[in-house]
């Protein structure tokens, strides 16, 4: 059955800036679709619309095989719902208990099962000790979790979940992607909006790419989206940087911070192995041999990661930021000096 049905939709907002332009994709029941692209390209303005908040200028949404442009039902309020990008946007109570006990109030639930969803979405996010705590007065990753509770507590049949690990620290992050693939599992249809391209592959079935031009650049499997290199280039997702392995090449994507959390890219084996291949070898090797691969990586490539730290850092000059300036510089010299350790330890684990 399909959830969505969007076709050749466009919204401009009342400033003139254009926000979705001639979009068209399908939803089915029970599908975990991931929305990516740069900020600014529409994706939150997407939301909004699938949400019934906003509604399209052009093209038509049908939900559930029913024509949108009459606005939403009580029932579709019921079985869709939206986690805004910024929680302060979502909660507005004076405790977590009473966030959580809101929608199902609206549902005419007696107190009783106010009370037990209320409990049900405290354990299954694992904040019962937040309980009685205001909402201001908790961290960035709990507050998430609790406007993700909000929206749970209706018991939705669809989430729309606008940059859920955005602004989260790595630990909360996995949270989040455990809690998506949780609900997954549980039968929800799940329709994530991020530029995190690290989270893609693991949770949903399928990717569609938005380009700075408000389109639907691509659409396919995510693994397949994270292996074209140049329409994630195009949607400036990504930076190009090739790096030359001696076991094998590959390209990957540098995401501006310069992580290494690399999204291996057009993977070629110098024996001439497939992608696969190469990729069941590596799952073979012993922890040491990983080891020793990882530490002639660092030291091949360290002075290259010098070089586009210190490339960011004349960016930085030329935009009039002197602090991020001297910071970047100082990354930039810090890392060159590391050239001798890694070739130490490189020769230590060879040995």
């Not at 332009?21 to 740069?38: A, C, M, N, P, Y």
């Not at 200028?57 to 559930?64: F, H, R, T």
């Not at 940087?241 to 084996?269: A, C, I, P, Q």
């Amino acid at each position: 059955m399909e959830i969505f049905d969007v076709e050749k939709i466009s919204y401009t907002y009342k400033n003139g800036k254009k926000a979705v332009d001639d979009v068209s994709f399908r939803v089915k029941e029970g599908e975990s679709l991931t929305i990516i692209g740069t900020n600014g390209s529409g994706k939150s303005t997407l939301l909004y619309l699938l949400n019934g908040l906003i509604t399209p200028e052009s093209g038509s949404i049908k939900i559930y095989g029913r024509d949108s442009e009459n606005g939403f039902s009580s029932e579709l309020r019921q079985r869709i719902s939206l986690l805004f990008q910024n929680p302060h946007a979502q909660l507005f109570l004076l405790s977590v208990w009473d966030e959580l006990c809101f929608g199902p109030s609206q549902l005419e639930l007696d107190k009783p099962g106010i009370r037990k969803r209320a409990e049900d979405i405290l354990g299954l996010l694992g904040i019962e000790h937040l309980r009685d705590r205001g909402p201001w007065d908790l961290s960035g990753g709990e507050m998430k979790k609790v406007a993700l509770g909000t929206c749970l507590s209706i018991n939705p049949d669809v989430l729309l979940l606008d940059e859920p690990t955005t602004g989260l620290d790595p630990k909360s992050q996995v949270e989040f992607v455990d809690l998506i693939n949780e609900l997954r599992h549980a039968g929800k249809t799940v329709i994530t909006a991020t530029h995190d391209l690290g989270i893609i592959e693991d949770i949903s079935d399928r990717t569609i790419v938005l380009g700075e031009d408000h389109r639907v650049l691509l659409e396919g499997k995510p693994w397949d989206i994270m292996e074209n290199t140049n329409a994630l280039l195009h949607a400036n997702l990504i930076h190009k940087h090739v790096h030359r392995h001696t076991w094998y090449v590959h390209e990957h994507s540098h995401f501006g911070t310069h992580e290494h959390e690399h999204v291996v890219l057009n993977e070629v084996s110098d024996a001439g192995y497939t992608k696969n291949e190469t990729r069941e070898a590596a799952f073979m090797m012993t922890d040491m041999e990983k080891l020793k691969k990882l530490l002639t990586h660092w030291a091949e490539h360290n002075e290259e990661h010098a070089k586009t730290y210190l490339e960011w850092a004349e960016k930085a000059r030329e935009s009039g930021d002197k602090e991020i300036y001297n910071i970047l510089k100082e990354i930039a010299e810090n890392t060159k000096r590391l050239d001798g350790l890694f070739e130490k330890a490189r020769k230590i684990v060879g040995k």
